[in-house]
């Protein structure tokens, strides 16, 4: 799975637009706006759409976040490259 993150349409947020595999079900989010804690405690989100709005955060805040596809089989997610965006 691929992610893209953009400024959101929103304040302070940000515009998470998936690139997933045929056969997903539902998208699983991890994000966090502290580099120095461990990703197994990063906020989660879900859902089953091409895009996720996240926020508002404070201007200038540094979002991390981590995706993964999930198919109806799935037991152990697949997350893609962490990717950081600062928010305008």
């Known amino acids: 799975m691929g992610i893209d993150l953009l400024d959101g349409s929103q304040p302070g ?3 998470v637009k ?3 595999p045929t ?3 539902q998208n699983l989010l991890r994000y ?3 580099a120095k804690l461990p ?3 990063w906020l989660v989100a879900t859902g089953g759409g091409r895009e996720r709005q996240l926020g ?3 201007s200038g805040t540094k979002v991390f976040v ?3 596809a999930l198919l109806g089989s799935t037991t152990e997610p697949q997350y ?3 990717k950081a965006r600062i928010v305008q």
């Open 80 to 82: 893609s490259a962490v």
């Open 23 to 25: 056969g997903t079900i």
């Open 56 to 58: 508002p955060f404070e």
């Open 39 to 41: 990703e197994e405690h």
């Open 13 to 15: 947020c940000v515009l």
């Open 32 to 34: 966090s706006t502290d």
């Open 66 to 68: 981590k995706a993964a």
């Open 18 to 20: 998936f690139s997933r």
